[in-house]
């Protein structure tokens, strides 16, 4: 009964989500790796320290979603490991399977087997039923003395931390240091830990080609997972408010389904709202071509309930298109309105319609927008945020940052700049 508590979707009573760390998740921990004991350690791996960028390197396990290679996104911890690599750095990372379960079996299994390799750790902490995998990580990390570092992703974990509070305190005072990506989510996860440092969703800007916008055409894109949370069917419906207004406007979605009924949700409305010729979806995109499908746009529509700071934003602002956005979550912190991007009302097609009408109304508007938006995420390029991540990472090696809750500390705001809170 127990284990069907664990197991069954993540979630369990505060009653038992209080222990879940030191009690329930342990002992299915050392359950399962006592089964799993025989399998090897792993193949080809340099156990030996490589020179490294600015100084010595680490042996690092990541644990995380490593997921490209079946079509999905590439995630920031896939591009970061693949980074410290290039520089001398060993790196184990989990998990690539593609079902769930299979995946925190993996995530487990790898973490066992390479937890006395390992000179520190790093752990993506999502909300929902993919916590678990971060508590269960968490658990036999701190059980076998591996320092780590825990990062944070979504609009949607501070929701999570308010309905699981003790669940989450204890996943986060586990690790050595705790990220985000951006000012919100360390401001709004700050009653489980306060010490967040902020590291932002890095680009390699080089390969963002940015041109003007100065004199948009109606070419809209929309690039994110069709999940209903990022409300996909609400860009069908904006273009057809928009298509009398706006003759000849264009709108390309891109993204996998993620199979939640978001994609049937974005089907309906097109052919209720009768635009099947003004729009299309062209399914997932490879990493290495998102510049390209965003250059094809000039446009950019952010249609989202709930988010953290989204890198196809990011990405969206580097190439200069004009973005208009939901204003939720972490957007306010990224987007200042008007300046850089354009912020509406949740849910609101017809907010989100008069804003793009905004850009060929209000003369220099698309123009200053997109030069803005460029300057802004040059401080997001991988030159700048790479060093950091590896500073981080030895400093955690080298048992630092352990007492950093009890005093001052410098984190980069999502701006690039610092700030010091105490």
Known sequence: MR??????NGL????????????AAEWFLVCMFEVTRSEPLGHGLDTTRGPGEGGESRRLLMVGNFLSGHGLARGVGEELADRLRVVGWPVVTTSDRLNRWARWFQMMRVVRQHAGWAEVAHLDVFSGAAFLWAETAAAWLKRRGVPFVATLHGGNLPRFAAR??????????AARVVTAPSRYLADHMAGSRRDIRILPNPLEISRYPWRSRERPQ??????????????????????????????????????????DGARQDWEAAVAAFDVGREVSWAGGVPKADVPRALSGGDIFLNTTDVDNT??????????????VST????????IEEGHDGLLVPPGDAGAIAAAVL???????????????????????????????????????????????SHGSMKENDSHGGTKTRR
């Not at 989204?310 to 973005?323: R, Y």
Request: net charge positive; glycine share 10%; aromatic share 6%.
């Open 327 to 334: 204003n939720v979550g972490g957007t306010p912190y990224l």
């Open 218 to 259: 109606p070419i809209l894109v929309w690039l994110r997972a069709l999940h209903r949370i990022y409300r996909p069917q609400l860009a069908a419906e904006v273009v057809a408010r928009l298509k009398r207004e706006l003759p000849g406007i264009g709108l390309t979605l891109y993204g996998p389904d993620k199979g």
């Open 164 to 173: 699981w509070p003790r669940r989450v305190k204890r996943v986060l005072s």
């Open 358 to 404: 905004r850009l060929f109304r209000e003369p220099g508007l698309a123009g200053r927008l997109s030069v803005h938006a460029r300057r802004k995420v040059e401080a997001y390029d991988w030159g700048a945020v790479l060093p950091q991540w590896m500073r981080l990472l030895r400093e955690v090696a080298d048992g630092g940052s352990a007492s950093m």
């Open 310 to 323: 989204p890198v196809s934003v990011i990405e969206a602002m580097a190439c200069g298109l004009c973005v």
């Open 12 to 23: 369990c009573s505060d009653r038992h989500a209080a222990h879940s760390i030191d009690g």
């Open 3 to 8: 284990l069907r508590r664990v197991l069954g």
